[in-house]
């Protein structure tokens, strides 16, 4: 006992050096560009920073980062889920490639993969002809943008949820299934409560990254004014232009939506934290009442 009573006084200096160097490098690159892209936002007063975000051009972009957000996110959700599910209970030939495919996103650099869509889709590209015959546009339109924005995004939620299903293991399901329940009943009643925090955590990081992506849609999107472009280039181009209350104000909106994620992030953590202690699984029993339901109907 008295030994380690000694081996923690003798770590106690270097945990407050740790949370020291912890602090101070949060401050460094955390507090301090959040605290000066607020007051240069600030710099001019509250008129003139709701005058520039009232912009017209600036409500576009405003509009289009929302519709592409509504686009990628529920289809990164409902690949995640199939992903995670498909690799979490069955094993295939292939499974270690799809792994891989999942992480490209996160290895290959958003410039890249953005010029991966104009040589598949542009005027010169793959596909640019046949798409120029059928009057379909996808580079510097706003299906290009969504395409980019799912490609960068998607890794998010099949990430959080494969581990997620993987630990769970199949015995819940499998008793479900043997009392009658199909495979969606079995997915809802199920596997869906036990995977909503994570599958929650992976809708708001990628939001997140959706909302604020540059590279992949930069490449893709053509700096159309009022067109094509989104939060993070509309910041660009008011900071090229020297326009900086402008730019700052608009960047502001970034820094709200990075704030509140992580707000968010850590409610669901601690919800998630106190669901498990406070109720642990009664797999025989959700099982049952699960089969019950079913046969009742």
Avoid at 125 to 140: C, N, S, T
Avoid at 167 to 173: A, M, R
Avoid at 202 to 226: D, P, Q, T, Y
Avoid at 264 to 273: D, P, Q
Wanted: hydrophobic share 55%.
């Amino acid at each position: 006992m008295s030994h380690t009573n000694q081996s923690q006084r003798a770590t106690h200096p270097t945990a407050w050096l740790m949370i020291a160097l912890s602090l101070v490098f949060l401050g460094l690159f955390l507090i301090v560009p959040l605290i000066a892209v607020f007051s240069e936002a600030l710099k001019g007063g509250v008129g003139a920073f709701l005058s520039a975000i009232d912009e017209p051009e600036t409500m576009a972009a405003i509009r289009l980062t929302l519709l592409v957000a509504v686009i990628a996110v529920p289809l990164n959700a409902i690949f995640g889920v199939a992903a995670a599910w498909v690799i979490a209970k069955y094993q295939f030939r292939g499974k270690n490639l799809l792994l891989t495919l999942i992480d490209l996103p996160l290895a290959v650099s958003p410039v890249i993969s953005g010029f991966l869509f104009v040589l598949l889709f542009g005027s010169q590209g793959l596909l640019g002809p046949w798409l120029a015959e059928h009057d379909l546009k996808i580079i510097f339109a706003v299906p290009g943008i969504v395409l980019a924005t799912v490609f960068v995004t998607f890794p998010y939620v099949a990430r959080e949820l494969i581990p997620a299903m993987q630990s769970l293991g199949n015995d819940e399901e499998e008793a479900a299934i043997s009392l009658g329940a199909n495979g969606w009943q079995t997915f809802y009643r199920v596997t869906l409560p036990n995977i909503k925090w994570g599958l929650l955590y992976g809708v708001i990081l990628c939001n997140a990254r959706a909302m604020g992506e540059f590279g992949a849609v930069s490449v893709v999107s053509g700096h159309i004014r009022g067109l094509t472009n989104t939060i993070p280039l509309q910041v660009e181009i008011l900071y090229n232009e020297y326009n900086f209350v402008a730019a700052f104000s608009v960047a502001t909106l970034l820094a709200i939506l990075a704030i509140v994620t992580l707000i968010v992030k850590s409610i669901m953590e601690w919800k998630a934290e106190r669901q498990t202690i406070e109720q642990e699984p009664d797999m025989i029993v959700r099982a049952y009442e699960t089969g019950g339901s079913i046969h009742g109907h």
